[in-house]
C-alpha cells in the first residue's frame, strides 16, 4: 500500500512539471537551480527522481527537493515529505516527513485561497489521502471543484497544461464526473500541442500493458499506443521510451523489430529506468536485436539491481554464480541471492541453499542449506522440492526421514523436475519407505528419461530388458 501511495504522489508530481522548463536542457535547469531559483531546483528534483533528461538518482533528487522546499516550494515540500516517509535517496524518518507535508498543506491553502488551480488541485488530493493533516473527503471535493472550473477555462482558450490537467481530472473523476471519452478529447488536444505527458498518457490509455492505475481498463489499440509513445519518447520521456521498446519488443501496433526495441529500451535505461535496464541485460544475454554480451548484461542488471529490483539481482548472482560477463565471484553472488531472498525470492532462497549444499564460497553448511532449500520449497519452486526430498531421503542437515522425501518428491515430479522422478523411482524399485514395486520404478525412471535425465534412462532400459 505504501508503494502504491507513493506512485499517485509521483504521477501527480510529473503532471505538474512546470512548463516553462519542459523545452529546457538539464544543464539550463540546472544552472538557474545553482542560482536560487525555486521552481529549477524543484524541476532539477524531479528530473533526478524520475530520470527525465538525466540519470535517475533519488539523492540528488532529494538534495535539490530540500533546497526548493527551504524556500517555501509546496510541491517540492510534498515530495520531500514523501522522500522521507518511503526513506527514497537517504534515511526514512517519518517525523521530517509530517513536518514537509504539514508546511506543503499550508502552502497550498494559501495559494488555492488566491485562486491558483494547480494548488487547488494538489489542496484536494492531500484532504482525499490524508496527507499533512486530517483525511476529508467533503474538503477535498470543494478544492477540486475548484480547480476543475479553473482548468476549464484556461482550457478552453487553449492552454496545452490546463487541457492535460482537465484530461486528467475527467479521466480520474476528480472534482466531478468521470467521462472517459472527455478526458481522450483534452488529451489529445494537448497533445497535438506537443505536451509530452499528454502524449504519454494517451499511449498508456491505448496500451493494455502500461503500468498504470488508472489504466487497467484500457483498449488494446496498440497501433495507437506506439504512435504517441513515439512522439513522447522523442522529447526524452523516460516511460514512453521504455513502453516503445516493449512494442517493438512484442510486435504491438505493428512490425516486430527487436533492434528498434533495444534502441528505445537503451535510452530508458541511460535515463535510469530499473524496468529498461533489466530488458537491456536480457537483449545481451540472448543476443536479441543485436550482439550477444555478458559483460553487457552484467552492467545493466547490475544498475537495476543497485535500484532494488529483485529480478536484476537474481540474474546479477547468477552472472556472478557461473562467471557470466567476468570473472566468478561467489562472494558477490551471494550478496544478491541474499538481497532477493531477504524479499523472498525463491530463486534466490534456492540458490543460496545450493551454495551451503556445495560449500560455494561459504563454509559446507548442511543445516543451512535445508533450511534455504525449505523456504523456497514451500513456496512451490520444484528445484528446491527436489533437493529438500535429497536431504531427507539422505538424512543431510537434519534427520532422515523417507517419508518426508517421498513428499517432496512427489511435489518436485509432479511439477516435471526429471532428477525427482528418478529419485522416486529409487525408491520404488528398493522399497523405502512405500512397497517394493518395478512397474511403478520403471514408469517413474521413463518419466524422468523423458525430462532428460540420464540416469533415469539407464536405469528404464536396465528394467526393460529384464523383462520388467
Known amino acids: 500500500m505504501k508503494a502504491i501511495k507513493f506512485i499517485i504522489v509521483l504521477l501527480c508530481a510529473i503532471c505538474f512539471f512546470t512548463s516553462v522548463y519542459a523545452g529546457s536542457s538539464p544543464?539550463?535547469?540546472?544552472?538557474?537551480?545553482?542560482?536560487?531559483?525555486?521552481?529549477?531546483?524543484?524541476?532539477?528534483?524531479?528530473?533526478?527522481?524520475?530520470?527525465?533528461?538525466?540519470?535517475?538518482?533519488?539523492?540528488?533528487?532529494?538534495?535539490?527537493?530540500?533546497?526548493?522546499?527551504?524556500?517555501?516550494?509546496?510541491?517540492?515540500?510534498?515530495?520531500?515529505?514523501?522522500?522521507?516517509?518511503?526513506?527514497?535517496?537517504?534515511?526514512?524518518?517519518?517525523?521530517?516527513?509530517?513536518?514537509?507535508?504539514?508546511?506543503?498543506?499550508?502552502?497550498?491553502?494559501?495559494?488555492?485561497?488566491?485562486?491558483?488551480?494547480?494548488a487547488q488541485y494538489y489542496l484536494g488530493l492531500m484532504y482525499h489521502e490524508g496527507r499533512g493533516g486530517r483525511k476529508d473527503e467533503a474538503e477535498a471535493r470543494k478544492w477540486l471543484e475548484r480547480a476543475r472550473k479553473w482548468y476549464e477555462k484556461a482550457a478552453a482558450q487553449g492552454n496545452a497544461e490546463a487541457q492535460y490537467y482537465l484530461g486528467l481530472m475527467y479521466d480520474t473523476g476528480r472534482g466531478g464526473r468521470k467521462d472517459e471519452a472527455e478526458a481522450k478529447k483534452w488529451y489529445k488536444k494537448a497533445a497535438a500541442q506537443g505536451h509530452v505527458?499528454?502524449?504519454?498518457?494517451?499511449?498508456?490509455?491505448?496500451?493494455?500493458?502500461?503500468?498504470?492505475?488508472?489504466?487497467?481498463?484500457?483498449?488494446?489499440?496498440?497501433?495507437?499506443?506506439?504512435?504517441?509513445?513515439?512522439?513522447?519518447?522523442?522529447?526524452?520521456?523516460?516511460?514512453?521510451?521504455?513502453?516503445?521498446?516493449?512494442?517493438?519488443?512484442?510486435?504491438?501496433?505493428?512490425?516486430?523489430?527487436?533492434?528498434?526495441?533495444?534502441?528505445?529500451?537503451?535510452?530508458?535505461?541511460?535515463?535510469?529506468h530499473e524496468h529498461a535496464q533489466l530488458e537491456l541485460g536480457h537483449m545481451?544475454?540472448?543476443?536479441?536485436?543485436?550482439?550477444?554480451?555478458?559483460?553487457?548484461?552484467?552492467?545493466?542488471f547490475e544498475k537495476a539491481a543497485d535500484q532494488r529490483n529483485t529480478e536484476a539481482q537474481i540474474n546479477l548472482g547468477l552472472m556472478y554464480y557461473y562467471g557470466r560477463?567476468?570473472?566468478?565471484?561467489?562472494?558477490?553472488?551471494?550478496?544478491?541471492?541474499?538481497?532477493?531472498?531477504?524479499?523472498?525470492?525463491?530463486?534466490?532462497?534456492?540458490?543460496?541453499?545450493?551454495?551451503?549444499?556445495?560449500?560455494?564460497?561459504?563454509?559446507?553448511?548442511?543445516?543451512?542449506?535445508?533450511?534455504?532449500?525449505?523456504?523456497?520449497?514451500?513456496?512451490?519452486?520444484?528445484?528446491?522440492?527436489?533437493?529438500?526430498?535429497?536431504?531427507?531421503?539422505?538424512?543431510?542437515?537434519?534427520?532422515?526421514?523417507?517419508?518426508?522425501?517421498?513428499?517432496?518428491?512427489?511435489?518436485?515430479?509432479?511439477?516435471?523436475?526429471?532428477e525427482a522422478q528418478y529419485n522416486l523411482g529409487v525408491m520404488y524399485r528398493h522399497g523405502y519407505e512405500v512397497r517394493q514395486n518395478l512397474l511403478v520404478a520403471k514408469e517413474w525412471f521413463g518419466k524422468a528419461c523423458d525430462g532428460g535425465n540420464q540416469k533415469g534412462c539407464d536405469a528404464y532400459k536396465y528394467l526393460n530388458e529384464k523383462g520388467i
Do not use: P
Not at 536485436?289 to 545493466?300: F, I, L, P, T
Open 27 to 118: 544543464e539550463e535547469v540546472k544552472e538557474k537551480a545553482t542560482q536560487g531559483d525555486a521552481s529549477a531546483q524543484y524541476n532539477l528534483g524531479l528530473m533526478y527522481h524520475e530520470g527525465i533528461g538525466v540519470r535517475r538518482d533519488y539523492a540528488e533528487a532529494r538534495k535539490w527537493f530540500e533546497k526548493a522546499a527551504a524556500q517555501g516550494n509546496a510541491r517540492a515540500q510534498e515530495l520531500l515529505g514523501s522522500m522521507y516517509y518511503y526513506g527514497r535517496g537517504g534515511r526514512e524518518d517519518e517525523a521530517e516527513a509530517r513536518k514537509w507535508l504539514e508546511r506543503a498543506r499550508k502552502r497550498y491553502e494559501k495559494a488555492a485561497a488566491q485562486g491558483n488551480a494547480e
Open 284 to 300: 545481451y544475454i540472448k543476443g536479441r536485436g543485436g550482439r550477444r554480451d555478458y559483460a553487457e548484461a552484467r552492467k545493466w
Open 325 to 418: 560477463g567476468g570473472r566468478r565471484d561467489y562472494a558477490a553472488a551471494r550478496k544478491w541471492f541474499e538481497t532477493a531472498a531477504d524479499r523472498e525470492d525463491k530463486v534466490a532462497q534456492f540458490f543460496l541453499g545450493l551454495m551451503y549444499d556445495n560449500g560455494h564460497g561459504v563454509r559446507q553448511d548442511y543445516g543451512e542449506a535445508r533450511k534455504w532449500y525449505e523456504k523456497a520449497a514451500a513456496q512451490g519452486l520444484a528445484a528446491a522440492q527436489s533437493k529438500i526430498g535429497d536431504m531427507y531421503f539422505e538424512g543431510k542437515g537434519g534427520r532422515q526421514d523417507y517419508t518426508e522425501a517421498k513428499k517432496w518428491f512427489e511435489k518436485a515430479a509432479d511439477k516435471g523436475n526429471a
Open 197 to 272: 505527458d499528454a502524449q504519454f498518457t494517451l499511449g498508456s490509455k491505448y496500451n493494455v500493458y502500461t503500468l498504470g492505475l488508472d489504466y487497467l481498463d484500457a483498449q488494446d489499440d496498440y497501433a495507437e499506443a506506439r504512435k504517441w509513445y513515439e512522439k513522447a519518447a522523442a522529447q526524452g520521456h523516460v516511460y514512453a521510451q521504455y513502453y516503445l521498446g516493449v512494442l517493438y519488443e512484442l510486435g504491438r501496433g505493428g512490425r516486430k523489430d527487436e533492434a528498434e526495441a533495444r534502441k528505445w529500451y537503451e535510452k530508458a535505461a541511460a535515463l535510469g
